[in-house]
């Protein structure tokens, strides 16, 4: 078993190349039980790459990530067992019901075929779905299609999340909600901290939800280190984002 306090997540040198293109170069991190983690970058940082090799949907071309305990290697299906994922464009099957969608979820997450209701409403429940779980998921609004996301995500109940822009497209009401909900999902509930890594380049999201900044830049890690430490003194987040990463004139110019 995991001892409190004990490394959850951790990513041992992990780089990626697409043909010529380094996009993750040598990241490690280690993340401990209960940590909320936000991860930060520019567009084209490296974010949704080291995610992808996290939840082992993509391996990495060197290096390697724990999970729980369990190598992405030797142990993929234990390691991805421990993981839910909500990816940067989740394939929801929109003429499914949510209730149907999840129960799917449920069984190729191999919940047991007795433990698949319970879970799947506990899911419904935890992420404000009940009154909609006779939907088809193609009538709901984006943000109730991103709580979706989120249930899916958790149907299993597993120790560790990582969302990838988890409130990117979303109106402001609806970025106030997920942000609520996702709150709701890492506080501890019947002793179970889940622990968290949640990419985003909102500056706000990280200082509403996270306690922990790693940033990476061109996919190298430039920061990692305490929220708190990083906004001493009344720095901004703002500030330290410009300072560490490079950013494209051109982008900026337009937006
Ligand atoms: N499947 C792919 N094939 C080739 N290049 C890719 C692929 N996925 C991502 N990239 C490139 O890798 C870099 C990192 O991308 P990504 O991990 O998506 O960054 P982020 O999520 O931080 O925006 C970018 O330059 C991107 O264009
Ligand atoms: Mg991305």
């Known amino acids: 078993?995991?001892?409190?306090?004990?490394?959850?997540?951790?990513?041992?040198?992990?780089?990626?190349?697409?043909?010529?293109?380094?996009?993750?170069?040598?990241?490690?991190?280690?993340?401990?039980?209960?940590?909320?983690?936000?991860?930060?970058?520019?567009?084209?940082?490296?974010?949704?790459t080291t995610m992808r090799i996290l939840t082992g949907f993509m391996p990495p071309t060197d290096g390697t990530a724990i999970i729980a305990g369990h190598d992405i290697?030797?142990?993929?299906l234990a390691a991805r067992r421990c993981v839910g994922?909500?990816?940067?464009?989740?394939?929801?099957y929109l003429e499914m019901t949510v209730t149907a969608y999840l129960t799917?979820?449920?069984?190729?997450?191999?919940?047991?075929?007795?433990?698949?209701?319970?879970a799947v409403d506990r899911a419904l429940e935890r992420c404000g779905l009940t009154e909609v779980r006779s939907r088809v998921i193609g009538n709901l609004s984006r943000g109730f299609r991103q709580r979706v996301g989120l249930a899916q995500a958790i149907v299993h109940d597993p120790p560790v999340l990582v969302l990838d822009e988890p409130t990117l497209g979303?109106?402001?009401l609806q970025v106030r909600d997920i942000r609520q909900l996702i709150a709701?999902?890492?506080s501890p509930q019947d002793g179970n901290q889940r622990t968290v890594i949640l990419s985003?380049?909102?500056?706000?999201?990280?200082?509403?939800?996270?306690?922990?900044v790693i940033l990476i830049n061109e996919g190298r890690k430039t920061?990692?280190?305490?929220?708190?430490?990083l906004t001493r003194d009344g720095r901004s987040l703002e500030e330290l984002f410009a300072r560490e990463t490079t950013h494209d004139v051109a982008e900026e110019v337009e937006s």
């Open 73 to 76: 290697f030797s142990e993929p």
């Open 85 to 92: 994922y909500l990816p940067e464009q989740l394939p929801l």
């Open 223 to 229: 920061v990692d280190a305490p929220l708190e430490e």
């Open 104 to 118: 799917y979820v449920a069984k190729i997450k191999d919940v047991a075929r007795r433990a698949r209701a319970p």
């Open 170 to 172: 979303l109106d402001p």
């Open 184 to 186: 709701d999902l890492t």
């Open 200 to 212: 985003t380049h909102i500056l706000p999201e990280v200082e509403a939800i996270c306690q922990r």
């Open 1 to 48: 078993m995991l001892r409190r306090g004990s490394r959850v997540i951790e990513a041992r040198g992990i780089s990626k190349r697409y043909g010529d293109l380094v996009a993750v170069a040598d990241v490690s991190f280690k993340i401990g039980k209960g940590e909320i983690v936000g991860f930060l970058g520019p567009n084209g940082a490296g974010k949704t």
